[in-house]
């Protein structure tokens, strides 16, 4: 698996998880789909993805998007 289906998949599983979380436990937990989606936009435009790092050095190879 690549870095960048590797970071996709995080943060779709995140959204999922967060939006689960806000129906069953609070609303608030609708921040943290905000934040992996303020996130997704950042790295987007900078380059720069937290999570792609925590992947590569798991050992994931790299792809298009995060080299």
């Known amino acids: 698996m690549t870095i960048d289906r590797a970071v996709l998949m995080f943060a779709g599983s ?3 998880i967060s939006l689960a ?5 609070s609303p608030y937990w609708l921040l ?3 934040f992996v989606g303020l996130n997704l936009i950042q790295s987007s435009i900078t ?3 937290p999570a792609a790092i925590v992947f590569r050095k798991l050992g ?3 792809g298009v998007a995060f080299k």
């Open 21 to 25: 979380l806000a129906h069953y436990v």
């Open 47 to 49: 380059g720069f993805c």
């Open 60 to 62: 994931c190879q790299t």
């Open 14 to 16: 995140m959204v999922l």
């Open 32 to 34: 943290l789909t905000a």
